[in-house]
């Protein structure tokens, strides 16, 4: 899965060689603190209180050191209360739940934090025998209806136990509110593998908007894109030749993988009348230097996408996604804040870049906003998440590769770390701050250590 370095490490220097502080440890690269919110050398899924170990987990299955998260979202409630929710997918067999959140009694433990199971540990105890509950889930997204959405495989181990869904659970009473099964024809069983998660509602709607929501998840070894509208209650699929792997970049040890992202332009509430006509949904296929959008309105339209077409109105379609342009190097992880800023963590650079919308694409506009080998390592997750204060922070859930292509971790290395900046503080190359109260002695701690 996981994509090795490719050779154009040189332009990221050139792309950052404006910014030398004087006595740098890497002159030429703008190394960033990132404020670490939760580290893990040992992660550690237990059955709560009460419960027993379920029988399929024996003993060699029951292997904890194949847990791998995947995902990470940030909610943030009044006073400052917060809670950070993660996603486990069942990769292997021996993950007791694949959504979870950091115990209240830990949520300012540094390093190993407990994890317990969201919603509950009943949500997660049928192992793919309970296709309403969850079998493995690997996607979470918070909508500003303070909706948890969560993308569920329906796999274990590679095996489709059940269909993939999308639910949604209301993140006050942590109770589901909405569920939807996607459609068989819109999946390949075993093989789609969701990686990217938005989800979009229409505030143009007073009191409404809660009622509606707009869904779009990657499936980029499918090579597709699912469409769900909430109101209507139905989904589509989308997919051309954008959402495959560029062929020269797919060599055998790098798996061939498609559309892995998907980012939405931010609604323009300053424009006249709310138009929305000009908001964009971008993508890139992890296989490719190439970013990729297409208009909103289009993507939305289920006509377009569920009667039949002629080749004729097929290319005509085709026609609607642009290129934005290239970066010469591969991006990972993408999400893009309010202002329409896109951010992507580049693949074994330790770099994330930024870029605003409707500027060219060229390597006058994208910007390396940090760098930090230590921090940003393989971000499987990254999230722009609203503070209690309405601004944005950047969080990351970021591993050590090694894991992820099954090569040997040192037993007391940090395997994963959830990493956070105020996006105004990546823009402005300021230090990074986050609002959550108990990290301001984390910050301490690094300068003391
Ligand atoms: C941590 O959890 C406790 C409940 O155990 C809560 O009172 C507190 O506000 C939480 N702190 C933060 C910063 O979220
Ligand atoms: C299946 O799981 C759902 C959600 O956890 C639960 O409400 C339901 O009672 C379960 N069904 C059975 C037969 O256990
Ligand atoms: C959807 O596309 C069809 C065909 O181009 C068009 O007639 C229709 O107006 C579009 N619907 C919306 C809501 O934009």
Not at 80 to 102: C, D, K, M, N, Q
Not at 154 to 160: P, V
Not at 177 to 205: C, E, K, M, N, W
Not at 299 to 308: D, Y
Request: glycine residues 6%.
């Amino acid at each position: 899965m996981l994509l090795l370095c490719c050779c154009f490490v040189q332009l990221l220097i050139h792309l950052v060689s404006g910014d030398v502080a004087e006595g740098d440890v890497e002159p030429l690269l703008r190394r960033k603190e990132f404020v670490t919110l939760h580290k893990w050398s040992e992660l550690k899924l237990g059955v709560p209180e009460g419960y027993q170990q379920p029988p399929t987990l024996d003993a060699n299955r029951y292997a904890q050191d194949k847990l791998l998260p995947v995902d990470v979202d940030v909610e943030y409630g009044d006073d400052g209360y917060h809670r950070t929710f993660l996603t486990i997918p069942r990769l292997s067999h021996g993950v007791l739940y694949s959504l979870a959140v950091v115990a209240d009694s830990d949520n300012s433990t540094l390093l190993n934090p407990l994890l317990v199971p969201y919603p509950s540990y009943d949500w997660h105890s049928s192992f793919g025998q309970n296709c309403s509950s969850i079998t493995s889930a690997i996607r979470t997204f918070i909508d500003d209806c303070w909706r948890l959405w969560v993308v569920d495989l329906g796999q274990i181990n590679g095996i489709q136990y059940c269909a993939p869904q999308i639910l949604a659970f209301d993140l006050v009473t942590d109770q589901l509110i909405h569920r939807y099964v996607i459609p068989a024809s819109q999946y390949t069983p075993g093989v789609s593998i969701f990686t990217a998660l938005a989800v979009d509602i229409d505030d143009s709607v007073p009191k409404a908007e809660c009622s509606t929501a707009m869904v779009y998840i990657a499936d980029p070894w499918g090579y597709g894109l699912i469409v769900y509208d909430m109101s209507r209650g139905q989904s589509w699929r989308i997919q051309n030749a954008h959402m495959q792997p560029d062929q020269q970049l797919t060599q055998d040890k790098t798996g061939s993988s498609g559309i892995f992202t998907v980012s939405i332009s931010p609604r323009q509430h300053d424009k006249e009348g709310g138009d929305n006509a000009e908001r964009r949904l971008y993508f890139h296929a992890l296989n490719s230097f190439l970013e990729v959008s297409v208009p909103l309105v289009v993507v939305n339209n289920a006509s377009l996408w569920t009667q039949l077409k002629n080749t004729e109105t097929q290319n005509e379609l085709l026609k609607e996604f642009r290129i934005v342009g290239s970066r010469g190097i591969q991006c990972e992880s993408e999400a893009m804040d309010s202002e329409g800023n896109l951010y992507c963590s580049l693949i074994s650079s330790s770099a994330l870049i930024a870029w605003k919308e409707n500027s060219d694409y060229d390597s006058d506009h994208l910007k390396v906003v940090a760098y930090n080998p230590d921090r940003l390592r393989f971000v499987t997750g990254l999230k722009v998440n609203r503070n209690n204060l309405d601004e944005d922070e950047l969080w990351a859930l970021s591993s050590n590769p090694e894991l992820f292509v099954g090569g040997s971790v040192q037993t007391d290395d940090i395997k994963f770390q959830i990493i956070g900046c105020g996006v105004k503080n990546l823009l402005e190359n300021e230090p990074c701050s986050v609002v959550i109260n108990h990290l301001q002695n984390t910050i301490n701690y690094y300068k003391e250590h």
